[in-house]
């Protein structure tokens, strides 16, 4: 019974690059949660999505960071023309429409290295 | 003041001691208190999970929750190194989509 898969679990970019991490939900999930952790810092909440539909991104950075959960695949999250600034690791997390809030199954993340 | 606070440590403990990890809080609309663990290059887990003031049970873990002070804390009994880690408070309000998570206590416990 697979938990929650990311790939890639690391993945080293130049500045001005585009980074694509892809994210598979628990089966049988259709709630899926990124989150950032920059070093010394807490989880910081990014975007919230259901299968094609973004419900709530008010964590995302307004520019170059976008995110998807299509109908078919995992979720991706997309960020443009990176910056140092973006290195971090970046988790994603799912959860089933029958749990209690806040209970999420988060997978081993994916660090993001700008160089 | 920030809406979550959690002395970041690290906190070293001898094998067998009891443990006590705490955060305070500022957002009076958080209804639900979560504990998760992360070990290091590891995504969290959730380890306790309480809705009401009062204190819940689960092996050797409490979680016990103050609302009136806005204080919530996990106690680790006959502490183990395998609890080594870093362990991470969780907010929720139950409307929004968003859990807040505190900056994280780094827990080592010594053989």
């Known amino acids: 019974n697979a938990g929650v898969m990311q790939n890639p679990r690391h993945l080293v970019r130049r500045r001005g690059q585009e980074a694509r991490l892809r994210c598979s939900p628990v089966k049988g999930h259709s709630h899926v949660y990124w989150y950032r952790q920059l070093p010394e810092e807490g989880l910081k909440f990014m975007v919230y999505?259901?299968?094609?539909?973004?419900?709530?991104e008010s964590g995302m950075p307004k520019e170059r960071f976008s995110a998807e959960f299509p109908k078919e695949g995992p979720s991706i999250l997309r960020i443009q023309q990176v910056v140092r600034g973006d290195s971090a690791a970046y988790f994603c997390?799912?959860?089933?429409?029958?749990?209690?809030?806040?209970?999420?199954?988060f997978g081993e993340g994916s660090r993001l290295t700008v160089l | 003041q920030k809406e979550v606070e959690q002395d970041p440590g690290p906190l070293s403990v001898p094998e067998g001691a009891i443990v006590s990890l705490n955060c305070t809080y500022s957002n009076s609309a958080f209804q639900y208190f979560m504990w998760y663990r992360q070990y290091s290059r590891k995504g969290p887990e959730l380890l306790m999970y309480?809705?009401?003031?009062g204190n819940k049970e689960d092996g050797r873990f409490t979680a016990q929750v103050d609302k009136s002070s806005k204080y919530i804390s996990l106690f680790i009994r006959d502490s183990q190194p395998s609890d080594s880690a870093t362990y991470l408070c969780a907010f929720y309000t139950g409307t929004a989509s968003k859990l807040t998570f505190g900056t994280g206590t780094r827990l080592q416990v010594m053989l």
């Open positions: 309480t809705y009401s003031s």
């Open positions: 997390a799912s959860s089933p429409l029958d749990r209690a809030a806040g209970e999420l199954f």
């Open positions: 999505l259901q299968k094609e539909n973004i419900i709530d």
